[in-house]
């Protein structure tokens, strides 16, 4: 399939009080209609701020190297009015906690049409007949009613729900979803993690799903990509990644999770140490100083990213039969 | 002998000119020495109030909280006596309870000096042995909140709570805000404190999949009271309320097969006007007639099981919901929704 966004050498650095720091560094990927691309990694490893700086939502004084090509159009090159047609219409974003993302004294209908009247030049009727219709898309239950309603009247889920259906306001042909179920339950989650299962087989939607979460991970990515300090270490098929972890760090996130079968009182395998700030990264693989498999040149070299077949792409020189011997 | 009782406590709260809520509408719990219970629920049905209620932070508007044999005072102007300082409480957030401005070691020390449990020139001493006792360095002492990551503040804060030497703790989701990494170290010192020490510990947590790994007995709670408690492994392997079963079928397995977790249709009805009859039988796929109307109580269906559930009511012990599903021609239907509302 031909990628709706390729990213290729996407590298970001942000200004501190100490100079650039570089917070990306240089990561490659591709979203094809109606894929699920997921991004994962712990805090601090650079997956929010990759997909910020593709819809230019980066602070001033940022600097983004390398292209984002969207239908033709490099993101990384557009000026602030051609952005702004893209961002919301064509490529939506979801955020972790909906509490903040929506506005409190604005009703749900004002917050949902404000997007089409001003993207799509839709009249007021016809801009709140096609709220409803979103808000009942994402199964909000009297959604006329909805429209006059104020956030703080809904709960987690269901204000999540709501973003989603701002985001979806303008039929984008990419959403971008950062924790999107992060602050919510588990029976709550379900219900948004099939929501978005359902738009992207109907509406052929192409979703990047950022969540340090591999469960959900597992439940609707068919790609992964596994972020530390800013770079790929593991990339492929959702399902190989995670049947069969390659790369040291993505085994180690794997084995900290409790395992259900796992006898009584068997303490978690945690990684050692913290993972660096982006002001303090590590020469060579910037997973060594933490990776019980490290050898002498991996304090040397930046191991880089090559293919090793059944799709999966990995940053690692140790042999991988060795790791999961 | 159970450390911590709690005997059919309730929470109001009450709402000026609006109808008072009952956050905590009955519920009994204990935690004996060297225990883990987990409370879990979702956002709402009540299990941070009663985590409150089980330390004193609020005090209960029926019922009562026994800790060490004796009935707990709630909190108020007056200082805690010594005992009742034995009962700690650790919060969700590092970050906002720890002092930003407070050296680590004197955060610690403050325990022991209020107490009076460690003479003032060996509690530097003392702060060491508890910052590694947590895996933390003893050099930590010197240093503040900030310089420190998420877990290593959650260990922290755990030193803290160690320092007044307490023989119950009570956690509030202690593991929500970290990473899975962290999330691990942290739940085994938790084992580890447990095991050891023989602290007891009432974890409070949304995560299902962590409560599975540590807690021995776990209690389930909706709308303000508790549907089901049984030992962990039982309650995994066979949950006999519906709504367990919904909680269990909700977690995504993070083993690349792309299974999409149920999700449980309706939402938390607003506590302040719960359903009648059993609470949970708006969103429950087995509910029948009876469950519209009574509300069932908590019953014992085995050695260390208890469930509220109609289901349940002619002491089928271990029968899994789904096998009652003859039953549940009459039910409102509510699965039948994509994916949940």
Known sequence: MKALLAVRGLRVSLPTATGLVTVVDGIDYDVGPGEVFGMAGESGSGKTISVLALLGLLPDGAVVEGTAMFDGRDLLRLDRRAMRDVRGKEIAMVFQDPLTSLHPMMTIGRQLTEHLRFHLGLSRAAANARAATLLEEVRIPDALGALGAYPHQFSGGMRQRIAIAIALACGPRALIADEPTTALDVTVQAGILRLLDRLRRQSHLAVIMITHDLGVMSSIADWLTVMYAGRVVESGPTANVLGAPRHPYTAGLLAALPHPEAPEDTPLVSIAGAPPSPQARPGGCPFHPRCKYAIGSCAMDVPDLILVGDGRRLACPVDPLVVHA | ?341
């Open chain 2, 1 to 341: 002998m159970s450390v911590l009782e709690l005997r059919d406590v309730e929470v109001e709260y009450s709402r000026s000119g609006r109808t008072p809520v009952r956050a905590v509408a009955g519920a009994s719990l204990s935690v004996d020495a060297g225990q883990i219970v987990g409370l879990v629920g979702e956002t709402g049905c009540g299990k941070s109030t009663l985590a409150r209620a089980a330390v004193g932070l609020v005090a209960p508007t029926a019922g009562s909280v026994w800790f060490e044999g004796r009935e707990l005072r709630p909190i108020s102007r007056r200082a805690r006596s010594r005992t009742d300082a034995r009962l700690q409480m650790v919060f969700q957030n590092p970050f906002s309870s720890l002092n930003p401005r407070r050296r680590v070691g004197d955060q610690i020390a403050d325990g022991m000096a209020i107490l009076g449990l460690v003479p003032a020139n060996r509690r530097r001493e003392r702060v060491s042995a508890l910052l590694e006792q947590v895996g933390l360095p003893a050099a930590a002492a010197l240093r503040f909140p900030h310089q420190y990551s998420g877990g290593q503040r959650q260990r922290i804060a755990i030193a803290r709570a160690l320092a007044a030497q307490p023989s119950v703790i009570v956690l509030d989701e202690p593991l929500s805000s970290l990473d899975a990494s962290a999330q691990a170290q942290v739940a085994n010192l938790l084992t580890g404190l447990a095991r050891e020490l023989r602290v007891g510990l009432l974890l409070i947590s949304h995560d299902l999949a962590i409560v599975r790994h540590i807690a021995d007995t776990v209690a389930v709670m909706y709308l303000g009271l508790l549907v089901e408690t049984a030992p962990t492994r039982r309650l995994w392997s066979a949950p006999l309320h519906p709504y367990t079963e919904a909680l269990i079928e909700a977690i995504p397995r993070a083993d690349g097969k792309g299974w999409l977790p149920e999700s449980l249709p309706g939402e938390v009805p607003d506590p302040a006007r719960p359903p009648a009859g059993c609470r949970f039988h708006p969103r429950c796929p087995y509910a029948f007639a009876k469950c519209r109307s009574e509300s069932p109580p908590l019953l014992e269906v085995a050695s260390g099981r208890r469930v509220a559930c109609w289901l349940h009511e002619h002491g089928d012990a271990e029968r899994a919901p789904s096998t009652f599903a003859s039953r549940t021609r009459e039910s409102s239907g509510a699965g039948d929704q994509v994916d949940g509302v």
